[in-house]
């Protein structure tokens, strides 16, 4: 999006009506690294694009694809494919009630370059946007040889470093090779 706006979308109904930035729009926004020194929602539009992540659109002549290792070491690329980039496997953020949102796990915004928490800053049909407590960040993990039991309380991970040993899954953005053919137009 080349302008930013805290809830860009609107509701509409099959009557032919619609609304913009009612009470229950929710709009999720991937954040950067910059601490969050604020635990109360912001309203002003320059503080909260201090903390929304900036990205490029590119368009090349290949396909690109997202492996993800369920491990910690970074996945290799298919044959006829190279890495663009690696980083973390992302799946979703889940937010109070239904709302929520996540990437295709094919897709290149699955494998984000980089691990932070929180992943995403929610903002609200009325304006304001903020890290709410209740909103949960999933990423996938990585395979563990004993796995959890069905009443278990799981793998706990905590610390940085451990989450990124132990506990986060790596994925790598592959781009497929493009071959070029020279034909020549001007034959006799």
């Not at 090349?60 to 298919?78: D, E, L, M, N, Q």
């Not at 973390?88 to 009630?97: A, D, F, I, R, W």
Request: charged share 15%; glycine share 10%.
């Amino acid at each position: 999006m080349e302008s930013f706006q805290t809830v860009p979308m609107m509701q509409c109904t099959d009557g032919d009506v619609c609304s913009h930035g009612v009470r229950t729009d929710k709009a999720f926004w991937l954040a950067n690294d910059l601490e969050q020194d604020t635990p109360k929602p912001m309203n002003n539009l320059a503080d909260i694009m201090n903390y929304i992540s900036r990205c490029n659109v590119c368009s090349g002549p290949s396909k690109i694809v997202a492996r993800h290792s369920f491990t910690s070491a970074v996945p290799a690329c298919p044959d006829g494919f190279h890495e663009i980039w690696n980083g973390y496997s992302y799946l979703m953020v889940t937010s109070s009630g239904a709302s929520g949102g996540g990437q295709t796990l094919s897709s290149a915004g699955s494998c984000l370059e980089e691990f932070y928490l929180p992943t995403f800053i929610e903002c609200l049909g009325r304006g304001t946007c903020s890290y709410y407590v209740n909103n949960i960040d999933y990423w996938l993990a990585q395979t563990q040889s004993v796995q959890p039991g069905m009443w278990g309380m799981g793998n706990v991970y905590s610390g940085l470093a451990t989450i990124l040993d132990e506990g986060v899954a790596r994925c790598a953005v592959c781009g497929a090779d493009v071959r070029m053919k020279h034909v020549n137009y001007f034959k006799n």
